[in-house]
């Protein structure tokens, strides 16, 4: 699938933007199954919210038990002071995650399209495992901030393999927080080390010094686009304060070959192995 001139622009960026590699029928397909979920959600059974800024949702038990479920989260700005939805169900969640991959089939079937598994084989990962799925709303007017990070302080291996798959399911722009990246900034090493301690998490700061982004780029892409992103690449995203929402897919794949260690923060069900493409 990927041309030289791509597998060059990959090793010297640490991303990759490929257009039109869903169909508006797979994408709707998804927005379909996510919509039917939503309907039978009951949001007064949860109110863990979501938030890069704040970082509450670290501590909570109901995140970090979900890397075998289908768990939902809410936007900071969809809940009052006492947990009462502000706004309806459809435009109160941050995101759902983090195993619809291997528990739904409609997302396992749009997972792991032949497109991607041909895409993940031309990376290099001949033996790569899918590590998590989070379906991301970017609300009208609450989506959050998501801040600079790098994907490996959150599901860090040894040696470093992972690699994000983010799927426009509508068109990302400037006015509705499309995704921000620092080209070449994945030859840095990651900054942080996000960690189990005990029954909450810490975050393990590596180095202090915050990333150059003076040289960043918004990736601006069409509902289709799949943006790739190595697992030490910076990148960030803006709050959505349009009155647009900015639906997104996003797969984390990492190499089979490589240490996934116990006291990252998402851990699988001993009964639930990772399952490749």
């Known amino acids: 699938m990927l ?51 704040e970082g509450t949702h670290a501590q909570d038990q109901y995140f970090l038990s979900s890397g075998g479920a289908t768990r939902f989260f809410f936007e900071a700005g969809a809940l009052d002071q006492n947990g009462v939805l502000q706004v309806p169900k459809t435009e109160a969640l941050n995101k759902v995650g983090h195993a619809m991959h291997d528990l739904d089939p409609v997302f396992s079937t749009f997972s792991r399209a032949p497109q991607i598994a041909e895409l993940v084989a031309d990376l290099g990962m001949a033996e790569a495992l899918v590590l998590q799925s989070m379906y991301i709303f970017k609300q009208p007017r609450i989506g959050g901030e998501v801040n600079w990070h790098c994907d490996h302080s959150f599901l860090w291996t040894e040696p470093q393999s992972v690699v994000g798959l ?43 010094s915050p990333y150059d982004t003076s040289q960043a780029v918004p990736l601006e892409v069409k509902a289709g686009t799949v943006i790739v992103l190595h697992g030490t690449l910076p990148h960030a995203s803006a709050p959505n304060t349009s009155d647009k929402s900015r639906h997104a897919y996003t797969l984390h794949i990492l190499d089979s070959s490589a240490d996934y260690p116990a006291d990252n923060w998402l851990q699988r069900p001993a009964e639930m192995p990772l399952r490749s493409f």
């Open 166 to 208: 983010w799927i426009a399911l509508e068109d990302a722009t400037l006015e509705n927080g499309c995704l921000w990246a620092v080209p070449g900034g994945h030859v840095l090493p990651a900054k942080n080390r996000f960690r189990r301690d005990g029954d909450g998490t810490r975050m393990e700061v590596l180095d202090e």
């Open 3 to 53: 041309t030289t001139e791509q597998l060059t622009g990959w090793n010297r960026d640490g991303f990759l933007v490929l257009p039109d590699l869903y169909s508006a029928s797979e994408i709707s397909a998804l927005r379909t199954r996510m919509a039917e979920m939503i309907d039978d959600f009951d949001p007064t059974t949860v109110s863990t919210v979501f938030s890069t800024t």
